[in-house]
Nanobody
Framework: QVQLVESGGGLVQAGASLRLSCAASGRAFSTYAMGWFRQAPGKEREFVAAISRRGINTYYSDSVKGRFTISRDNAKNTVYLQMNSLAPEDTAVYYC????????????????WGQGTQVTVSS
């Protein structure tokens, strides 16, 4: 079992930056690939970014590539999502998720989920 708790969301203006954190507890954090997803009202949950177990490989959706950066600190059992140049279309609830072994770009590839943190970007 892995418990995930996101933090760092908030209300910002377009062009601002935010850093989301996801703290994990439970089984060895370094054995899980980690991902970030988001879900806007009335829309399906969509992939944002993922990172491999040791942080060597990262993956991004086209909509955030070049603006968002995923990273992890296995010593702190934490994964981060640095979000720069935020736009109103980035408004959503952001979820972190843990996948046994390999990162995935679909929600079905993840075993554990956090409760989400709201990010709202005003124009």
């Amino acid at each position: 079992q892995v418990q995930l708790v996101e933090s760092g969301g908030g209300l910002v203006q377009a062009g601002a930056s935010l850093r989301l954190s996801c703290a994990a507890s439970g089984r060895a954090f370094s054995t899980y690939a980690m991902g970030w997803f988001r879900q806007a009202p009335g829309k399906e949950r969509e992939f944002v970014a993922a990172i491999s177990r040791r942080g060597i490989n990262t993956y991004y959706s086209d909509s955030v590539k070049g603006r968002f950066t995923i990273s992890r600190d296995n010593a702190k059992n934490t994964v981060y999502l640095q979000m720069n140049s935020l736009a109103p279309e980035d408004t959503a609830v952001y979820y972190c998720a843990a996948a046994a072994w390999n990162p995935a770009t679909t929600p079905g590839g993840y075993d554990y989920w956090g409760q989400g943190t709201q990010v709202t970007v005003s124009s």
